[in-house]
Structure formats: structure tokens, C-alpha cells
């Protein structure tokens, strides 16, 4: 009896054998058993195809579970359906990665008349997996160029639109800091610029930097590539770039991508990305170059706005005048005397634009500028810089100027924002001279306001 046992067994499990070599799709019989530490699922047998996939030997697999046989690090995927297979005597079916192997499959696993066995049958889907990835990467992307490209077209205000991109591009690629270098090949200076929370800005010690200084590795690095992308600055280091490596160090950089801003073939700028966070549902260097490439366009237009601005003497936020028009009236009245000066600074404008954004900072000079408009005529008033006001009074006196300031500042009380003030009118020495101490006043006026209001510095 216990030789025909023997017999049966050896044939059954030899047909078994051939009939799972007859399955052209990766398969094997799974057997359910118990052990002291729970129930454990074992491979029984395996047929050709599936020793191909796993990249093993079938005596190697007999016996072992699928961690057991370095298929799959963890069996939850696989023992759930198994579970549901040979208890309900159901067809499961779903799709995993083999962690070890590296693969995405698809899996079926059905019952089988053994009783406590079921059949699982795999397909390898990685290269099908890769191609539906890519695909959700590509237009995952395109949705981000595309939101970036209308908010570029619609947003009449130049930096509002800017710092809308960032802030749309750093919802994507979660960097540390995005920012736009802008250059003359001669200098290159940060203009816009966006940081993540608890991230320290950069963009005032990023200003009027030497080009060949800073930027001609990275130029170099474009002569063989469309961007700089350095994925670790610890192989600047290793390279020998010790300037290279320092300058990204002292501002935490651990990473960084750079695509160039280029227009007509001539590069013009930078859109840079600092400690960025690479992921699969995101082609971070497609985003930076195409965004790049129509940021670049915009950048030359509104340095074309700005050149026809500064010739025609008008500043296009504020609607009062310009800077260029201001030193022209000051040349064309430099020896005069009885000409007031007054000086304006807005007070925390820095601060403004770090905790609400610049486009409220806009929106702060644009109401000062209007306030003004209300005790000077707008012909008078020039925008001498990012938050400076000149206002020129013909024909004034110490007194007048003095009462002048007093009801200005007195006003002031009523609004939403605040301003240092200086004045001073001119005698024989001309217009510069009176410039200059209106300057210093002012700036003793700020200087004041900053002592009892620390956190607006």
C-alpha cells in the first residue's frame, strides 16, 4: 500500500509538472499551511515560465514562500488574495510590484481541486506600467505648464504674475527656493523670488553680482547641456569647484536645477529651482525648460516697457513721475534757489512684501502714491526708487515746507500705511545740496520709526 502511495504521487506530481510547462503564462501552485508562527503559503510547483520571471531555478523555489524565495519582500498582496481564493473558492485578481524583482505584475490566482492549493498565473506589466506612468507624468506636467502659461498671458501686473508662477511651479516641485537671475553679461541680479517657510531669502545678497564671477560654470555646463542641473553639491566639491561648492553651501543649496532664460539667442536670465524634490508624477527640467522658455519672452518685453517707461518719464505702477525725470528737473533747475525738497520712504515695505507678497507691496506704493496726489500736484511727485517718493515745490519757504510735512504726517495717522519723511528747500548752493539734506532727515525719521517698530526692519 504504502508503494502504490508512492507511485500515485511520483505520477501525479510529474503530470502536474508537465501540465504546468504546457502554461505559456508565469505559474505556480501555492499550498496553504500551518506553522508556529500562522499560516504560511508555499510554493508546490512552478512551471518554465515562471522560473524565467523570478530568474530562478525551480528546485530552488519548491518549498518556499515568496519572501522565502526572494520574490517579494512583503506577501500582503499576494497572501490576501490567496486567502480569499481558497476559502471562497473565488478568482482574485490584481496587480503589485515585486519589490526584489523590480516588476510590476498583474496576478489571477484561482482555486484548484487540491484541497488548501490554489493556482496563481502572473504577467509582467512593468514596461506597460512605465508607459501609463509616463504618460500620467507628461500630462501632469503639461497641466502645470499650461496653468503657468495663462496666468503668464492673463496677469496684467508683471510681477504678480511673476510671483504667481513660482508659487505655481513650487506647488509642483516643492523646492526650497524658485527665483529668476536676470543679466547684462555683466552683472546678474535676483528680481523675483519665492521661498518655502522658514526658508531665509537670498534675493538682497543676490544683486549686481559679477557674471564671470557667479555665472560662467554655469555657462560653461550649457555649452553640452540645455540646463545646469546639479543633483548633489557634494560633486562640485569632488570635481574641485571649491568656489562653486561654497557659494551654494553658504545658502544651504543641496541640490539645484537652472534652466536658461534665452531671447533671440541671447541669454538673458536664469529660472533657478534650490532644493527641489524630484517624483514621478512630475518631468521637473521639461516644467523649468518650457516655463522657462516663455518667461523668457515676457522678461524682454517688460525690459522693452521699462526702456520706453524710462524715456517717457512716467512710472507705469504709480502713475506719478519716473526717476529719469526727476534727474532731468534736477538738471534743468540745479542752481535754484527756494525750490522744497521732500524726501519720502515707505516704512516696513520689506516686510510686507515677505509676509503678504509683492503684489500687495504694489498695491501699498500705488495708494501712497494716491495719497500724495491729494496735498501735491502729480506733476510734482517722482518715484525715485522701489519705495522713495521725491516731491518738488517750486517757490516755498523753511515754514510753508515745515507746516507741509506736519499736516501730511498728521494724515498719515488715518492710514494703512506709514512713511519716513524728510524736507528741505534750497539757497544759493542749488537743488542737490538741498537734496541732500532732506535725505538725512529722512532717513533720521526712519531710523526713529524702526527703534519702536523693530519687526518692520
Known amino acids: 500500500m504504502s508503494t502504490d502511495k508512492k507511485i500515485d504521487k511520483r505520477i501525479t506530481g510529474g503530470w502536474i509538472d508537465e501540465a504546468m510547462d504546457l502554461l505559456q503564462v508565469p505559474s505556480c501552485i501555492v499550498e496553504m499551511a500551518d506553522s508556529r508562527s500562522g499560516r504560511i503559503y508555499r510554493i508546490r510547483y512552478v512551471n518554465s515560465a515562471f522560473c524565467q520571471l523570478t530568474g530562478k531555478h525551480r528546485d ?55 484541497a488548501h492549493e490554489c493556482i496563481v498565473s502572473c504577467v509582467d506589466i512593468s514596461e506597460e506600467e512605465a508607459r501609463r506612468r509616463r504618460l500620467r507624468r507628461a500630462n501632469t506636467t503639461n497641466e502645470t505648464v499650461i496653468r503657468v502659461i495663462r496666468r503668464l498671458v492673463s496677469e496684467p501686473c508683471f510681477s504678480r504674475a511673476m510671483q504667481g508662477i513660482l508659487s505655481d511651479l513650487s506647488e509642483a516641485i516643492h523646492p526650497d527656493r524658485l527665483y529668476v ?3 547684462d553679461r555683466k552683472t546678474i541680479s535676483n528680481t523675483y523670488e519665492w521661498c518655502a517657510p522658514g526658508v531665509k531669502s537670498e534675493i538682497e545678497s543676490l544683486q549686481n553680482l559679477s557674471y564671470d564671477e ?47 532664460l534665452y531671447y533671440q539667442g541671447k541669454l538673458i536670465g536664469f529660472l533657478v ?4 524634490e524630484e517624483n514621478e508624477m512630475m518631468n521637473t527640467r521639461y516644467l523649468l525648460e518650457t516655463v522657462g522658455a516663455f518667461m523668457a ?61 509683492h503684489a500687495e507691496g504694489d498695491r501699498l506704493l500705488q495708494n501712497l502714491a494716491e495719497f500724495l496726489c491729494n496735498y501735491f500736484p502729480r506733476d510734482n511727485i517722482y518715484r525715485s526708487g522701489g519705495d522713495e517718493f521725491v516731491i518738488v515745490t517750486p517757490g516755498t519757504t523753511e515754514e510753508k515746507m515745515r507746516g507741509k510735512t506736519r499736516e501730511i504726517k498728521d494724515a498719515m495717522q ?34 526713529e520709526y524702526y527703534q519702536n517698530h523693530p519687526r518692520y526692519r
Not at 514562500?65 to 481564493?85: D, L, R, Y
Not at 507705469?316 to 520712504?345: C, P, W
Not at 500705511?417 to 539757497?427: K, P, T
Open 414 to 447: 488715518k492710514e494703512s500705511f506709514s512713511f519716513a519723511i524728510g524736507y528741505a528747500v534750497s539757497d544759493h548752493r542749488g537743488i542737490q545740496q538741498a537734496a541732500i539734506r532732506a535725505d538725512q532727515r529722512m532717513y533720521q525719521d526712519k531710523r
Open 273 to 276: 529651482a534650490d532644493n527641489y
Open 297 to 357: 519672452m515676457y522678461v524682454a518685453n517688460r525690459r522693452l516697457l521699462e526702456q520706453l517707461e524710462f524715456a517717457s518719464g512716467k512710472d507705469s505702477l504709480t502713475g506719478v513721475k519716473n526717476r529719469n525725470a526727476m534727474d532731468i528737473y534736477f538738471n534743468q533747475h540745479a542752481g535754484e534757489s527756494q525750490l522744497g525738497v521732500l524726501f519720502i520712504d515707505v516704512n516696513g515695505l520689506k516686510y510686507v512684501n515677505d509676509t503678504q507678497g
Open 60 to 114: 530552488f523555489l519548491i518549498g518556499k514562500s515568496f519572501i522565502q524565495a526572494g520574490i517579494t519582500e512583503k506577501e500582503s498582496g499576494w497572501i490576501s488574495a490567496m486567502e480569499a481564493v481558497i476559502e471562497g473558492e473565488r478568482v482574485m485578481k490584481g496587480k503589485l510590484y515585486a519589490d526584489i524583482l523590480g516588476k510590476w505584475i498583474r496576478f489571477s490566482v484561482s482555486p484548484v481541486h487540491m
Open 181 to 183: 537671475l536676470e543679466t
Open 214 to 260: 557667479y555665472m560662467l560654470s554655469w555657462e560653461k555646463c550649457l555649452e553640452t547641456d540645455t540646463s545646469v542641473v546639479i543633483p548633489d553639491i557634494e560633486e562640485l566639491r569632488k570635481q574641485g569647484d571649491i568656489d562653486g561648492y561654497n557659494i551654494l553651501k553658504r545658502q544651504n543649496i543641496r541640490n539645484l536645477m537652472s534652466t536658461p
